[in-house]
């Protein structure tokens, strides 16, 4: 297969210029797949499918009656990131991580922010991910926020956005491990001769960040991941992440309070748990706090987290951050708590609860994407180009019955990558989330979830709707530049 | 170890061991038919009793023939106990401990399951035989993986326990059903079709190879039949390997010294152990096979019980956790159902084979 007729059109390729003409990060991958017997790339796509399937990379779709796995789409060709591209991700991420962090800090304490009317008070606390028991809690070292997946996005032009923060439980991590496990086998040669940033450390990272936030005096912590169970969606990623740490793997019901610490149920008894990575919502984590129909969480939880005898990563309260309206004072924070100017960019973003931006989302609703405030996965969302009149009078309505509730976006042209559909090359639209993690200090994963729509023309890469993945190669910067 | 996750390895272990009795028994009932006398009506109601759930049978199947029995053991979805309901558990518990298991494990359930759900349930006789033996072997396949690829730490020895507390209920059963079938016919003692049967039985439990092999005693009597599939010390098939074996799995879980017990698990599998230890078939047969069978499966059930109270039960429920109560609730109702001794001779019978210590059991878990 040749990238001869491939034509990047008037999109931004991530790969190609223009016609025949690659990007200089990307110029070896395109020779080399040039170099491969006919018929090869499609034997080691399908190779590659196989692999995946075997390891049981799988996530769960909601509201489908079987209610089992699927196996996540992958597509052999690599997204590649050149190391000044990077180099410019790494700061903009650092700093955002950083003030989002002090405003989750400072909400849940002084207030500052609310308080110099940088952001109005009233959305605070309208926001669902806003949790009053949070009031006045120090989480361990000062961290909130320890583990993020930020969603980037390229427009036409190739600048990059930010496009969702993902402060709560962001999933995806074990695919990027999977997929290069995939494609190192798949192409060791290409690997041999391209410097790639390897991802293999993400597990050892990430047990670093958790046993730090353990108390001081404890030498040998208890790490636990807390997962919803087999039914959720990326269970798979959470029994794989607890794999790969080699720490237990619970459920709210293996874990109970007692003698005022978080212990858990084994087969020798209670063993006491110092550090929980929860892949569980605020809302349900302890139903005597939170919700209380909630029987995925533990009761008591929170009094032993606010004594300070259990780490939660992320912290509860984390999510206000996550809130849509939210997102759209980011950049102030960044200005407010660290004097600076945002690095990376916001999508321009309408916020429904202001009258004038109301009446404009309104009137433009076929070109904007309208986006519920708290819901992800690529539910609760309108893209007005592709809806049908009756889809956007019904959206319409329910905005004008809750306006704090939304957000709209333009439509973004969002960067492609050149993709094997039907046994052709063909550009499909990507967008990126790269892992941070939050413990002695901010560490930017080098790689991250390259999410691509596998329809052709579709805009939304999510899992759940349909889209497909891509291992993402990040470059090491030459020795000598 | 969590509890939750010996628990699952325990259920995913006796799944599938269930899964390969129930194959067996299907099988060797397949093979048998093929020469018995076709005067003689076809035994597929004993293998409806083996079962322990001959109420769900009637009240959905009514006549037990070949077609009724084959679809309901092997391909019914609401049949706890058929070959999918045991691989779809099986499946479901390796994957809430894929983590802890190891990734040969998983994929094999994995495609166990996918051979028993992908096959059709209208196979002919032929297919059908080699399906059997297919799942027969699968199991034995999953056995192997398990023992080469985990440690043999604690969750290795939930898993044997659970393997071979399953086997020993499922070896006393089939002779339980098959002594009743065969010895009362005092009019078919010493003819062909007697001799047959007690083949098929030792065939359903593989023991007719190892049977003729041993010492010096190779002729098939219903005595020596007896005393191999209960008391014989190296078949590992036979009920006392069984207990031997689970009891020292236990004691390696528990670190108690063998000899000596320190939970009521440990005591009731030692109390067990012994007893087929020095007990001689005659004993056995003298004070009644049923009689004694029975009392067995009720103490293979006791200690089952009391593994899951002392090492697997999860605290009492707290008031809020509405979930959880379900299956708190459940394990009140397996315990306050009477005991066998307290239900009038007649009856008994039947309620023999109404296995509800375990099959109450199973949806405790789901």
Known sequence: MRFDTYDPDQFYDELFKSPQQPRSQGQVLVDKIHGLPDGELLQRQRAAQEALCKLGATFNVYGESDGTEKIFPFDVIPRVISAQDWHYLERGLKQRIHALNLFIDDVYHQQKILKDKIIPEELIYSATGYLPPCQGLNPAKGVWCHITGTDLVRDLDGEWYVLEDNLRCPSGISYVLENRQVMKSTFPQIFREIPIQPVDEYPSHLLATLMHLAPDNISHPTVVVLTPGIYNSAYFEHSYLAQQMGIELVEGRDLVVADGYLQMQTTKGLQQVDVIYRRLDDDFMDPTTFRSDSTLGIPGLMEVYRAGRVAIANAPGTGIADDKVIYAYVPKMIQYYLGEDPILANVPTYLCWEEQQLQHVLANLEQLVVKAANESGGYGMLIGSQSTAAERQEFAQRIQANPRNYIAQPTLCLSRVPTILEDEFYGCHVDLRPYILYGQDIYIHPGGLTRVALKKGSLVVNSSQGGGSKDTWVLCQEENA | ?366
């Not at chain 2, 299907?26 to 109420?55: C, F, H, M, S």
């Not at chain 2, 009597?221 to 008391?231: C, H, K, N, R, S």
């Not at chain 2, 315990?335 to 008994?348: C, D, V």
């Open chain 2, 1 to 366: 170890m969590l509890s939750r996750v010996a628990d699952s390895i325990y259920w995913l272990n006796r799944y599938i061991e269930r899964a390969e009795n129930v194959a067996r028994f299907l099988e060797v009932n397949l093979n048998l038919i093929l020469d018995l006398p076709t005067r003689v009506q076809q035994q597929w109601q004993p293998l409806v009793a083996t079962t322990g759930d001959k109420d769900f049978f009637e009240k959905h199947y009514g006549e037990a023939n070949a077609d009724n029995v084959i679809q309901f053991l092997a391909f019914d979805q609401t049949y706890p106990n058929s070959l999918i309901s045991c691989l779809q558990r099986a499946r479901e518990n390796a994957r809430s401990v894929r983590e802890v298991i190891s990734t040969e494990m998983w994929q094999h359930v994995n495609a166990f399951y996918l051979l028993v759900a992908n096959t059709a349930n209208d196979l002919t006789l032929a297919e059908l035989n080699q399906f059997l033996e297919e799942v027969r072997q699968a199991s034995h396949l999953f056995a192997g993986i398990m023992d080469a690829t985990i440690s043999h730490n604690e969750g290795w020895h939930f898993g044997q326990i659970g393997r071979l507390l399953e086997r020993a209920d499922k070896t006393s059963r089939i002779l339980d059903v098959k002594y009743f079938m065969l010895l009362p016919s005092v009019r078919d003692v010493g003819t062909p079709i007697d001799e047959l049967g007690w083949i098929a039985l030792l065939k359903s439990t593989s023991a007719y190879q190892m049977y003729r092999k041993r010492s010096e005693r190779h002729l098939i009597t219903p005595a020596e039949v007896a005393d191999f599939l209960i008391l014989d010390t190296d078949f590992p098939r036979s009920i006392r390997f069984c207990a031997v074996q689970v009891e020292r799995s236990l004691h390696l879980i528990s670190g108690s010294p063998m000899g000596t017990w320190r939970n009521p698990a440990e005591r009731s599998i030692g109390r067990l152990r012994s007893e087929l230890e020095y007990l001689t078939v005659e004993e056995i047969i003298d004070s009644g096979m049923h009689q004694f069978l029975d009392r067995l499966e009720q103490q293979i059930n006791q200690v089952d019980q009391e593994i899951y109270n002392t090492f697997l039960d999860r605290q009492p429920v707290q008031p809020l956790m509405q979930t959880q109560s379900q299956s708190y609730f459940l394990c009140i109702s397996i315990l306050s159902i009477p005991p066998p001794t307290l239900i009038p001779r007649r009856l008994f019978w039947v309620l023999t084979y109404c296995d509800f210590v375990p099959g109450l059991q199973q949806n405790n878990k789901f």
